[in-house]
């Protein structure tokens, strides 16, 4: 630790990337000198970036090739590099940090976080999860890049899921599997209920923890981004069934409702009624309408369109997963960028 923490707890820094040039530069700037240990998992990157992190005093660890890339898989491997091994597996070598800060590395660490989460964890000994306000680096830039600056406002307090990008208690981490590799996206929130059922709180405080460069500029990006959270709710549901115990079944039920079931409707509204058939259409500029009143004064109605368009890229990334499973087909990466 540097000279001015005081008696700050232990800290390991895992950085996850893939071909993310000048932001992974950033991003490890943003964590030198706070003295713990960084560790860059790279994912097969051609850009220079396993050198950069190599020039800024990381320990890399480069994935195998041959084996599919998930940023589940990649935050395990950084992990395994900081001596943090899952529950059920002997604890060889030197003892992991207290605390572990995962970090995208398209994303630029608050000057002030780091010391943050550690003093919150430290008073909190019940918390196995912290996070506080991740922004939108350019969210003037897009309406999608809008979009994720408002997703990420989540409320203050306790909490169901964390993101990526979110400081961890090693004790906590410990006492599971870690997060499960096979998940192409929502590994976060999978690994929040396992981490709630054996008793941790996941909570979210008011301090700036990081600028997230998402660079999403056209139409096409933001239907991939979410076609994988979509992707993410076929499996969660394929491992927890249909019951609400895990983070998304209530997106996902809205997913199906505004994006399967009202659209089925309004087809056979059509069949029989004709053109009076339509009417059920109005139904979305009416939750348009709503979103706008619950987000108040500053909302965005283009953020607000894109959320009820975005159902549709969900219902997509839904039934990709279930046609890949009965098909016997894995999935690759589901990247926007």
């Known amino acids: 630790m540097t000279a001015n923490s005081g008696t700050l707890p232990s800290l390991g820094i895992v950085i996850i990337g893939r071909n993310e040039g000048a932001r992974l530069v950033r991003c490890l700037a943003s964590v030198a000198g706070f003295g713990g240990q960084v560790v860059y998992v790279d994912s097969g990157s051609t850009d220079g970036s396993v050198a950069a992190a190599e020039a800024a ?3 890399v660890v480069e994935l195998d090739l041959s084996t599919a890339f998930t940023a589940a898989r990649a935050r395990n491997a950084g992990m395994k590099a900081l001596g943090l091994l899952p529950a059920g597996e002997t604890q060889t070598g030197s003892n992991p940090p207290e605390f572990i800060q995962f970090v995208d590395g398209d994303c630029e660490v608050d000057p002030g976080w780091l010391r943050a989460g550690l003093m919150f ?27 994720c600056d408002a997703e990420w406002d989540s409320p203050v307090g306790e909490s169901e ?21 096979r998940m192409i996206a929502g590994e976060e929130p999978e690994l929040c209920l396992r981490l709630r059922a054996k008793g941790w709180k996941i909570w979210r405080i008011g301090d700036e923890m990081a600028l997230h460069d998402a660079a999403m500029m056209r139409f096409g990006q933001f239907w991939t981004r979410m076609r994988r959270g979509g992707f993410a709710f076929g499996l969660w549901s394929d491992m927890y069934g249909f019951k609400p115990v895990w983070p998304g079944a209530t997106a996902l039920r809205r997913t199906l409702i505004w994006a399967g079931l009202i659209p089925l409707v309004i087809v056979l509204a059509v069949l029989v009624f004709g053109l009076w058939g339509l009417a059920p259409a109005l139904l979305y500029p009416v939750q348009i309408a709503r979103f706008l009143r619950r ?8 953020v607000a369109t894109l959320n009820t368009i975005g159902k549709f890229a969900e219902l997509q990334g839904f039934i990709e997963f279930y046609w890949r499973k009965i098909l016997g087909r894995p999935a690759g990466l589901i990247e926007h960028k």
């Open 57 to 59: 005093g990381a320990q």
């Open 121 to 147: 964890l430290q008073t909190r000994p019940d918390v196995g999860v912290v996070s506080g306000r991740l922004r939108e680096r350019h969210p003037e830039a897009s309406p999608y890049n809008a979009l």
């Open 161 to 181: 899921i964390c993101g990526g990008i979110a400081m961890m208690r090693s004790a906590a981490l410990a006492e599971t599997t870690l997060f499960d590799a």
């Open 295 to 302: 987000q108040g004064g500053g909302a965005d109605w283009r």
